[in-house]
């Protein structure tokens, strides 16, 4: 079965400064790989995806993130935060299920608070 | 292009009664799926709906129901409900053969039970 970790419950980091927000995953197939994030009482918003190709993914706002197959990571960076930043980010992986349909499994988030 | 749009957006039921929520696809898209977000907890897939049949299916009880109309908007039907059922319920719609394409996620409902 798919699987999704985000070891971190909260990342700390101040406006400016380079931000890092971690995802592990297993599946059983090549994977498809998510970054979501959500704000207070929103839904979820799509940042970037991994399908196949380059490593190194470039998404929405200015953030990125890299595939790493050997260590089955797929972390979520930025290089300068902005306060405007902080919220709740969820790495998602996608993964054949049986009777052919795709079904995505969540991380339990992690949520980003960037210090003016 | 119209995005995916949820109602109600608050609800209070008390246990044992049903509910329903709604939700209406982005323009174009075919598939709808709806996921179950408790507090501080990551979207729990409920399941699929693709040409008005269920076609994937998470870990929750028959008393989760659904369906999916002709337009491609859907329904998401609870019965004899439980405090644990207290979440926000979001839907999602996509295209189907596009497993590598990514969610268009409404709101949310955000169902209290007491």
């Known amino acids: 079965a798919q699987s999704v970790a985000q070891p971190e419950d909260q990342v700390n980091v101040a406006e400016g400064n380079p931000l890092t927000v971690k995802c592990t995953y297993s599946?059983?197939?090549?994977?498809?790989l998510f970054w979501y994030v959500q704000y207070p009482n929103r839904g979820l918003q799509f940042l970037l995806k991994y399908i196949t190709g380059d490593n190194l993914v470039k998404g929405s706002y200015g953030f990125e993130a890299e595939f790493n197959k050997s260590q089955t990571s797929f972390h979520l960076k930025k290089p300068s935060a902005l306060v405007s930043d902080s919220a709740l980010y969820f790495c998602?992986?996608?993964?054949?299920?049986?009777?052919?349909?795709?079904?995505?499994?969540f991380g339990r988030g992690t949520s980003l608070i960037v210090h003016p | 292009e119209t995005g995916v749009t949820q109602s109600p957006t608050h609800l209070i039921k008390t246990r044992g009664q049903q509910v329903t929520l709604r939700c209406s696809s982005q323009?174009?898209?075919?598939?709808v799926s709806w996921y179950q977000q408790a507090l501080g907890q990551g979207p729990q897939f409920i399941f699929q709906?693709?040409?008005?049949?269920?076609?994937g299916r998470g870990n929750f009880p028959p008393r989760f129901s659904g369906l999916q109309f002709p337009n491609y908007s859907s329904e998401l039907n609870v019965n004899a409900l439980e405090l644990d059922d207290s979440a926000l319920y979001l839907c999602a719609s996509s295209l189907a053969g596009r497993e590598t394409g990514e969610l268009f996620f409404g709101e949310g409902s955000r169902l209290t039970v007491l």
């Open positions: 599946v059983s197939g090549n994977p498809y």
């Open positions: 998602a992986v996608r993964d054949k299920a049986k009777g052919g349909s795709y079904i995505p499994t």
């Open positions: 323009s174009g898209h075919n598939t």
């Open positions: 709906y693709y040409r008005e049949e269920e076609n």
